[in-house]
T-cell receptor, first 111, second 114 residues
Framework: QQQVKQSPQSLIVQKGGISIINCAYE??????FPWYQQFPGKGPALLIA???DVSEKKEGRFTISFNKSAKQFSLHIMDSQPGDSATYFC??????????WGLGTSLAVNP | NAGVTQTPKFQVLKTGQSMTLQCAQD?????MYWYRQDPGMGLRLIYY???????DKGEVPNGYNVSRLNKREFSLRLESAAPSQTSVYFC?????????????FGPGTRLTVL
């Protein structure tokens, strides 16, 4: 129950395309779902986050879609750029500001 | 404003040696964390501190101890290093955001235990 399953493990997208990363969870007590972006040699940085009382949140080219009944949420990167090439992690809060993390998706955007 | 700083950046230890990883933040955040990141394993929480003087175990606390020295500093100690502790260690602190909260990460410490 304390897991967040992330897919795919790696993703290659052409410049201008849409990148989609999916996450699924079991524990219905999770109530905060952030996405983090990590570049090589750096720590992760918050990209966008959502609470389960909304089904979608958009910030620029990044959108989270949330399906509470299916216990799934996804990150969509529109008009993907080479600078978006990084590892993306989904996470879920399981207890008082403690996060359980997905295993990450390595995104490569080809020029 | 340096954010979250960690020292050292790199470290090589022999099995059985001890060391302390240092972390400091200058953002006046209450909550601080220690994570380890291993290939294919994502980030796993080692210890967490909600405020000065309090600490709490995360998913993988065995073999580690922590000290929340003051509001700024949160150190991680390996008493007797093992090869299984070879990893990249990240310290983080948290501030409230519009939706929930944001964790700010340091640059990491790359530890190899031989």
């Amino acid at each position: 129950q304390q897991q967040v399953k992330q897919s795919p493990q790696s993703l290659i997208v052409q410049k201008g395309g849409i990148s989609i990363i999916n996450c699924a969870y079991e524990n219905t007590a999770f109530d905060y779902f952030p996405w983090y972006q990590q570049f090589p040699g750096k720590g992760p940085a918050l990209l966008i986050a959502i609470r389960p009382d909304v089904s979608e949140k958009k910030e620029g080219r990044f959108t989270i879609s949330f399906n509470k009944s299916a216990k799934q949420f996804s990150l969509h990167i529109m008009d993907s750029q080479p600078g978006d090439s990084a590892t993306y992690f989904c996470a879920a809060e399981y207890n008082n500001r403690k996060l359980i993390w997905g295993l990450g998706t390595s995104l490569a955007v080809n020029p | 404003n340096a954010g979250v700083t960690q020292t050292p950046k790199f470290q090589v230890l022999k099995t059985g040696q001890s060391m302390t990883l240092q972390c400091a933040q200058d953002m006046n955040h209450n909550s601080m964390y220690w994570y380890r990141q291993d290939p294919g394993m994502g980030l796993r929480l080692i210890y967490y501190s909600a405020s000065e003087g309090t600490t709490d175990k995360g998913e993988v606390p065995n073999g580690y101890n922590v000290s929340r020295l003051n509001k700024r500093e949160f150190s991680l100690r390996l008493e007797s290093a093992a090869p299984s502790q070879t990893s990249v260690y990240f310290c983080a602190s948290t501030r409230d955001s519009a939706v929930g909260y944001e964790q700010f990460f340091g640059p990491g410490t790359r530890l190899t235990v031989l």
